[in-house]
């Protein structure tokens, strides 16, 4: 039941983000040509959207205190990206968010909380993009990251 209460709400914030959160084409004399949502080779696009995190957490017991565990607490966040097109199709992103996660007791520590603990997970993807001049335009892509822990606090 807990699974299917993640799926949903983690369906939900993409579904807003499909219909909520537009690109813009940074060069208007093209716009003025083509589609206002046609993406060409050179365009920087830019998107401010909100992000649901729902870590995937796993533990052993905590210390010496036997059948305890840890989870993490999913949290909202904002997040903020940068494309360039290097064709109308293909393109490289940049992705740019923060976050804080707070950290509770499982089984033996139930109720307890451990801490809190920010995150910083930088993205770099590379994106093909299907149908460049519609105006939702869905992409497959891959990329790096490389997740930083700042302002780790414990509570115990």
């Not at 208007?28 to 401010?48: A, F, H, M, P, V």
């Not at 796993?58 to 909202?76: A, D, L, N, Q, T």
């Not at 940068?82 to 968010?97: D, E, P």
């Not at 930088?122 to 990251?145: D, I, K």
Request: proline share 4%; glycine share 8%; aromatic share 16%.
């Amino acid at each position: 039941m807990s699974v299917y209460f993640r799926w949903n709400r983690a369906l939900f914030v993409i579904f807003c983000s499909l219909f909520f959160c537009q690109g813009f084409a940074a060069n208007e004399e093209k716009n003025k040509q083509l589609s206002y949502y046609q993406t060409e080779e050179g365009d920087w696009i830019t998107r401010l959207r909100a992000l649901y995190v729902l870590p995937h957490d796993s533990s052993g017991s905590v210390s010496s205190i036997p059948r305890s565990g840890v989870e993490v607490h999913p949290s909202w966040t904002g997040e903020f990206d940068v494309v360039y097109m290097f064709t109308k199709n293909l393109g490289a992103s940049l992705i740019l968010s923060t976050c804080r996660n707070s950290l509770w007791g499982k089984k033996s520590l139930e109720g307890t909380k451990i801490g809190t603990v920010w995150l910083l997970p930088p993205t770099a993807t590379l994106q093909w993009r299907f149908f460049p001049s519609y105006r939702v335009q869905p992409y497959v892509g891959g990329g790096l990251n490389y997740t930083l822990f700042y302002s780790a606090h414990s509570d115990l």
